[in-house]
């Protein structure tokens, strides 16, 4: 870290370190981000019936949102790399949330999908310049605390949409639309919030320092493909997510058509695997801090979240489903994030972090593409959901022998 960059990070006020403050608001960052993906997942039926869709075309909603979602994450980071962070971030999060809002207006299943695919365009420019931004901001021994604490605004922000979609549209028996709305507003507010909160060094101030110090390396997007540990957790996170989307977008309407549950019981049910996912996130990533090694907790975490997936489908039995998703959470992509992200930050060079970051989640994002509509697909040809989750499981497997090739490095602790 620069010296410029260490006077921003560590500056004091109001008596709260300013990195607490950085984990805090990108942790209700990710919160409303993950609450929107999830209001929908309880009320795929209804749409299913409004719209008259097929099981590939529920799917179609989610991968053309992240499709769009995606897109951005390379061209966000080097932007944010090039002219600024927060001037990438803040106004992506909020037209993430307008078009939250407006996703509750559509008439028709073509201006639906308009309008999540500009919500993924929000979306899109959050992953990189935020990973970056916390990574600069939150000190070396506290750097995969840090992410996992972030990180857990996704399981908070998946069990509360999951959670206030199926009250509100299933046992009040209001519109779908109504989730869409109740978020529209704090979600703009968390933009401003993290534009006021956030401080980053003005790019000219960062530039003249960098003139009177050393010349500024400028960081290829080839140069990262040729670090072994980061092509292998590019891999490994790309295997993960698609299991973790396959879950997140499936789950509900799997417990409602293949399990027979119904009303708040879906969203309490879903929500499992967020909450069983906070308390394994914090304790491994602290581990992961302590020993300062990354690779073999890794190796320990992705053979249970292979479990977990297969137990929730091959034994019909309730005490399995409910205690299989609260092992995933976990042990499941939740708590290997906070993992892969710092094997990244641990070795891309600090002047590229925007883009590596953004890069990660680019390759991870693609399987969030693909994962809900093949789920779909299979459910629509072979009659069952199951298929999906052993499809996910056998993904996992390949991000595990992936994870085998990875050089582990000791962290020296600051």
Do not use: H
């Not at 028709?108 to 901001?137: D, H, K, M, N, W």
């Not at 292998?232 to 549950?261: D, K």
């Not at 297969?310 to 906070?338: C, E, H, M, R, W």
């Not at 629509?380 to 959901?385: F, K, L, N, R």
């Amino acid at each position: 870290m620069s010296q410029p960059d260490a006077a921003v990070a560590t500056k004091p006020s109001t008596g709260i370190p300013y990195w607490i403050k950085v984990v805090a608001v990108f942790f209700l960052g990710w919160l409303f981000m993950y609450a929107d993906r999830t209001i929908l997942n309880p009320v795929m039926g209804n749409l299913q019936a409004e719209f008259g869709l097929s099981k590939a075309d529920l799917g179609l909603i989610n991968s053309v949102f992240f499709f769009a979602y995606a897109a951005m994450q390379i061209p966000s980071g080097m932007l944010g790399d090039k002219i600024g962070k927060k001037l990438i971030l803040v106004p992506g999060f909020i037209l993430f949330g307008v078009f939250t809002g407006i996703s509750g207006l559509a008439t028709t299943f073509a201006v639906f999908l308009i309008a999540r695919a500009l919500v993924g365009v929000g979306e899109g420019t959050y992953y990189g310049p935020q990973y970056a931004l916390s990574s600069e901001a939150v000190p070396t021994k506290y750097r995969t605390l840090g992410t996992a604490i972030i990180n857990s605004g996704q399981a908070f922000g998946t069990a509360i949409g999951l959670i206030a979609a199926s009250i509100i549209t299933l046992e009040w028996n209001m519109s779908w639309r109504t989730p869409f709305y109740f978020f529209l507003i704090p979600t703009i507010i968390v933009g401003f919030l993290i534009w006021w909160i956030v401080k980053e060094e003005p790019k000219k101030k960062a530039e003249d320092s960098a003139e009177n110090a050393a010349p500024a390396r400028k960081v290829k997007l080839s140069e990262l493909f040729k670090n072994r540990n980061l092509v292998v957790t590019y891999i490994t996170v790309f295997c993960s997510l698609y299991g973790f989307f396959m879950i997140l977008t499936w789950l509900p309407f799997y417990l409602q058509t293949e399990r027979g549950m119904q009303g708040s019981e879906v969203g309490f049910i879903s929500s499992l695997v967020a909450w069983a996912s906070i308390p394994g996130a914090l304790v491994i990533s602290r581990i992961s801090d302590k020993l300062g090694k990354r690779k073999i907790l890794a190796l320990m975490l992705i053979p249970c979240a292979i479990l977990s997936i297969v137990l929730t489908v091959y034994i019909q039995n309730y005490t399995v489903l409910i205690l299989s998703l609260i092992f995933y959470g976990l042990t499941g992509k939740l708590a290997l994030d906070p993992i892969l992200v710092s094997i990244v930050a641990d070795n891309a060079p600090k002047e590229g972090y925007g883009t590596a970051f953004s890069l990660f989640n680019f390759i991870g994002m693609c399987s969030s593409i693909i994962a809900p509509y093949i789920t779909g697909y299979l459910a629509d040809i072979t009659g069952s959901m199951a298929a999906g989750f052993y499809l996910a499981a056998l993904l996992l497997g390949v991000g595990f022998i992936t994870m085998l090739f990875a050089k582990e490095n000791k962290v020296p602790q600051a």
